[in-house]
């Protein structure tokens, strides 16, 4: 080919840090995006529900389900003895829970039984005709009613010191001491949870799991049929929605399924009814958080002493690193002198919560965000300007030390904060807000600018590793292949942008398949935002493979040294030879080049003793900000969200177009946990928000009246991360925080801002209305102390 002809395609479409859509967006739209519930079902597949106790804590003393199994239509009832191996999915190794309860049940909902039928109508409805009797058992639903009978814990509990905070607290110029409640979230996915498993020869069974963890359930499955994990297949091409509640409670599903699929010979599908789902499956932590601090007269921190205490459901599940990670985002961008953090991870007779968008982090953040808020309006400040005292110093500085002892090396919130003040006219709207609440009588405004300052990797050490299996074929197309999976969040079109820019050549060439354990095995979850740093550079490591043999060839067939060969916009040069990359590849095959690779890549740096509370569990910190602007009416307590400012550090993005929509979507999500999502358990122990009907996600009609989201665009990660690229998909969920706040102002100028008005979340209209008439009585205590004085 001339060179003329190159020119004309000198670049490739999609390369690394290139906008391009999400690979089935289009698909999204028109309803082609297969999921498991659209897949042709094999012939004579069967249907399974749970029989779900209606107890909270009770001993079962008998279970007849003779009219269970008779109903027409029903197959198989399966109950805990039932399992072929081990009864438990417990994902801790705690063995502490069941697939199926078979002597007690520990919450309202709890599986006892499995029906699996020729309909999906059929199993729900004789699962219902069950008669179980029971033994009542005291139960308690809430972090406070735990204390009173014992405070019994899940998991063990974590330590986090740095300091002497008992003594700076003494010593403090300023002390405050308080309590927070920080309230659970539903992960409300459009597509619920769903299995169907088909079985093979021998001991083999193939599962399709809408699940981010795919291992794991392989594990989970050959562990409850008692098989190995070579006997067990799992695939996942797409999930409608993770966000951390399919990473564990996938596995119930997957095991029922197989289980019954091997003893019927039979394909079994399982997807929960809306209600059931919500009922059964663990949703994020809320937690209770008991805080003191001291503090000078400029409002900075010299200490800080908080305990996090979080339901946790009746099993560990997740509960131990989701509590770790609230003590290591207890200081969010701030830093502490002296602190002391600790966990207590407490048993409810609730559904075990599980991971969720953040994993903890954003709990732990919002304590450290009262906290502050705390000191403003107790000195009369801007908050902004006690959190601008607080930050963490710039590298050299002597306040660069997290309270896990890691050194903060890549801080940028400085320039983050500052840069979105000046761009977003901070001061001076928050100045016309102030005059604006002077004379209106219903309607207040309120504003704030909070940072975000997220740790990057999973602090389970041995996660932090993927793989990837890539194919370059006779024709030039690419098989990829890789351990993480797709929930929305773009990662498949992301690891191709990095192939298509390791090969350049156009990214139509990449094809994109589903995960499977059969290709890609021990893979991690799809979790704490490392998705594209893991499988970006395990698949840009299968790359480097095929390239490395791909210049040999070329050194030994033309003679030409290794630096005069180069993979250029859909060619290869071989010296002065430009030969197009199909060409090349046919040519390397013909001399018998291996053209497959597998990739792999663990994070370098991290390390972390839990015992001692110290180490460096995250590779690296991302930052961001937002400022929000409300209006709430005081006599309803209802409120609106008018304009959201945002700059985000995402590093240098693989891929901006797909960035933004996390960021906002991200945003939108956390506005969701802070204000209308609220999970309420009645006195028997039964969640009453389990549907559409009672739990409340924010609309499109919730979202900013204005949305303004930019990019860091300088930003870089200082580490060598995939392109310098940074994790998005956790970090700007927390950027929604400044909504929590900015409601918080508008309530505090009831009362002249001369209290915290100590909003918990969700900060629903109605607690916005009670904090008001809170304030209100004691402004008029207080007024009317002062006239008894004078």
Not at 65 to 79: E, I
Not at 174 to 198: C, N, P, S, T, W
Not at 326 to 336: G, M, T, V
Not at 612 to 625: C, I, L, N, S, V
Request: with cysteine.
């Amino acid at each position: 080919m001339d060179r003329s002809t190159f020119e004309d395609r000198k670049t490739i479409s999609a390369p690394m840090h290139a906008s391009l859509r999400h690979d089935s967006a289009h698909k999204h739209v028109a309803g082609t995006a297969d999921y498991i519930d659209d897949m042709p079902e094999p012939e004579g597949t069967l249907h399974a529900a749970l029989g779900m106790s209606d107890r909270a804590h009770a001993d079962i003393l008998a279970v007849d389900l003779s009219a269970v199994k008779a109903y027409p239509g029903v197959v198989l009832v399966l109950t805990g003895a039932d399992m072929p191996g081990v009864n438990d999915i417990s994902p801790s190794g705690r063995h502490d829970e069941p697939v199926l309860a078979e002597d007690k049940v520990e919450f309202h909902g709890q599986a006892i039984f499995c029906v699996i039928a020729e309909t999906r109508d059929i199993a729900r409805r004789a699962a219902r005709l069950a008669k179980i009797d029971y033994r009542d058992l005291p139960h308690w639903t809430d972090v406070t009613d735990t204390f009173a009978h014992g405070a019994a814990l899940v998991t063990e509990p974590l330590t986090l010191k740095r300091g002497d905070a008992e003594a700076a607290l003494e010593t403090a110029p300023h002390r405050l001491k308080g309590q927070m409640r920080v309230g659970g979230q539903d992960h409300f996915y459009l597509e619920g949870h769903i299995a169907l498993a088909v079985p093979g020869e021998d001991d083999e069974v193939t599962v399709w799991s809408s699940t981010q963890h795919p291992s794991e359930v392989q594990h989970m499955v050959g562990h409850v049929l008692g098989v190995p994990s070579n006997a067990v297949t799992v695939q996942v091409r797409r999930m409608g929605g993770g966000f951390g509640g399919k990473e564990t409670q996938s596995n119930q599903f997957a095991a029922l399924a197989a289980v019954a699929a091997k003893k019927l010979n039979r394909a079994v599908k399982f997807r929960p009814d809306r209600d059931e789902d919500m009922t059964a499956t663990g949703k994020r932590h809320d937690f209770l958080v008991d805080y003191e601090a001291g503090y000078d007269d400029e409002g900075r921190i010299q200490a800080v002493k908080a305990n996090y205490a979080a339901r946790c459901g009746y099993s560990s599940d997740l509960s131990g690193p989701v509590t770790d990670r609230a003590l290591f985002h207890a200081d969010n961008a701030y830093f502490y002198p002296h602190v002391l953090l600790t966990s207590q991870p407490l048993k409810t007779h609730t559904v075990s919560n599980t991971a969720f968008r953040g994993f903890g982090g954003p709990q732990g953040l919002v304590g450290g965000e009262r906290i502050i808020e705390e000191i403003a309006y107790a000195l009369g400040k801007d908050p902004l300007e006690i959190r601008k005292a607080n930050f963490y110093g710039l590298p050299g500085s002597d306040r660069v030390l997290t309270p896990y002892h890691q050194t903060v090396e890549d801080n940028i919130i400085h320039r983050i904060v500052d840069e979105l003040e000046a761009s977003s006219d901070y001061q001076a709207r928050r100045q016309e807000i102030l005059a604006f609440n002077e004379t209106s009588r219903v309607i207040r405004k309120g504003i704030a600018l909070t940072p975000v300052k997220f740790g990057i990797s999973f602090t389970a050490t041995w996660y932090n590793q993927a793989g990837a299996l890539v194919h370059v074929y006779q024709d030039g197309s690419i098989h990829l292949n890789h351990g993480g999976t797709e929930m929305g969040q773009g990662l498949f079109t992301k690891v191709a942008q990095v192939l298509a820019d390791a090969f350049q050549v156009d990214i139509s060439r990449v094809k994109i398949t589903a995960t499977t354990t059969a290709k890609v095995p021990n893979t991690s979850a799809t979790a704490a935002s490392s998705g594209s740093d893991l499988n970006g550079m395990a698949a840009y490591d299968a790359a480097r493979q095929i390239k490395q043999r791909l210049v040999a060839f070329a050194v030994e067939k033309w003679g030409v040294a290794p630096e005069d060969v180069a993979f250029v916009p859909h060619h290869v040069r071989v010296g002065d030879a430009l030969i197009p990359f199909a060409d090349f590849v046919k040519q390397a095959y013909m001399a018998r080049v291996q053209l497959s690779a597998a990739g792999f890549y663990k994070t370098p740096k991290i390390h972390w003793d839990r015992a001692k509370g110290m180490g460096t569990p995250f590779y690296y910190f991302a930052y961001g900000a937002s400022v929000s602007e409300v209006s709430i009416d005081t006599l309803t307590g209802e409120y609106l969200v008018d304009r959201v400012d945002i700059l985000h550090d995402v590093g240098r993005s693989l891929n901006p177009a797909i960035d933004k929509g996390q960021v906002e979507g991200a945003f939108v999500q956390g506005m969701g946990w802070l204000t209308t999502e609220e999970l309420w358990w009645d006195g028997k122990g039964r969640l009453r928000t389990h549907a559409p009907s009672t739990y409340k996600i924010p609309l499109a009609s919730d979202r900013p009246k204005i949305f303004n989201v930019k990019l860091a665009e300088w930003a870089e990660a200082a580490e060598p991360t995939i392109g310098r690229s940074k994790a998005v998909g956790e970090p700007p969920f927390m950027l929604a925080v400044s909504v929590l706040e900015a409601l918080s102002m508008a309530v505090a100028s009831t009362a002249g801002y001369r209290q915290c008005p100590k909003l918990d979340a969700p900060a629903t209209p109605e607690r916005v209305l009670m904090a008001i008439e809170w304030l209100k009585a004691q402004k008029k205590s207080k007024d009317e102390l002062s006239a008894g004085q004078s």
